[in-house]
């Protein structure tokens, strides 16, 4: 037997239980919670690393507690290109959103573009809808329940300082963000990360990927520990794509 072959063994079988304990885990968390009101969605965190592939997808463990999770190839290339064509024309300076969601601010700290695909006829490209039902399955919500696709576009320079994707203070019908499932439409430099400061975790941008958190403890408490920031490039245009689930039904 060559050298090292056991201790190489035991070292991938001794991680390998590490990663299906964190997995348990989670997966026990989100099974104690109680029952969702009103067709309410709750984040199933444990649910999304631990009952295998959804969309035709494995997830890549990013960090255990809380779970991130990266989906590669969430989009193929040509989906990519169409959204981002989609939204070019309709980027307007991206705003900040005030305690209630309603209230919407220009902030330093936000100083990239956005474009929502929320009317005709972008709302109804088959771009977009198969993107939203794709979404759909990995999460494993319905549609209604997810807000309308929002592409975001950071030119050298510009970024998102850090910062939470749920509302402090909600008092809409749809309730909280659940999650976030923020895909990048294409690739861009390493410094132009998604970054959790609180985690040690930045995510490098590669074209269609995926990149899944939950904004939300089981309690449905907002997780601290989900802030997360923007990182600019230094050259070049980075595009990513902002696909949020909320606690019920969104109106559109």
């Not at 109680?34 to 709750?42: I, K, R």
């Not at 989009?75 to 309709?90: F, H, S």
């Not at 993107?131 to 030119?155: G, N």
């Not at 970024?159 to 990048?184: K, N």
Request: proline residues 8%; glycine residues 8%; aromatic residues 6%.
């Amino acid at each position: 037997m060559p050298a090292g072959t056991v201790p190489a063994r035991a070292a991938l079988a001794l991680g390998l239980a590490g990663v299906v304990l964190v997995l348990a885990a989670a997966a026990a968390a989100a099974r104690r919670r109680a029952p969702a009101a009103d067709g309410a969605v709750f984040c199933d965190a444990g649910g999304v690393l631990s009952r295998g592939p959804r969309a035709g997808m494995s997830p890549r463990l990013l960090h255990a507690a809380p779970p991130v999770a990266a989906f590669d190839d969430f989009l193929d290339g040509a989906t990519c290109r169409r959204l981002i064509a989609l939204a070019e024309p309709r980027f307007e300076r991206s705003h900040v959103e005030g305690r209630a969601h309603a209230e919407r601010t220009v902030s330093d700290e936000r100083t990239s573009d956005s474009a929502m695909l929320h009317e005709p006829p972008a709302s109804t490209d088959p771009a977009v809808l198969a993107t939203l039902e794709r979404a759909a399955r990995l999460l494993d919500a319905p549609v209604s329940h997810l807000e309308p696709l929002q592409v975001v576009r950071y030119r050298p320079g510009q970024r998102f300082g850090v910062h939470h994707d749920s509302f402090a203070d909600v008092r809409l019908g749809e309730g909280q963000r659940v999650a976030t499932l923020f895909v990048y439409l294409n690739d861009a430099q390493p410094e132009a990360a998604t970054e959790f400061p609180r985690l040690g975790l930045a995510v490098s941008p590669r074209a269609g990927t995926a990149v899944y958190w939950c904004n939300l403890r089981a309690d449905g408490a907002i997780d601290d520990r989900a802030q997360h920031a923007g990182r600019a490039p230094r050259g070049g245009v980075k595009y990513g794509l902002n696909v949020w689930l909320r606690e019920k039904p969104y109106g559109r």
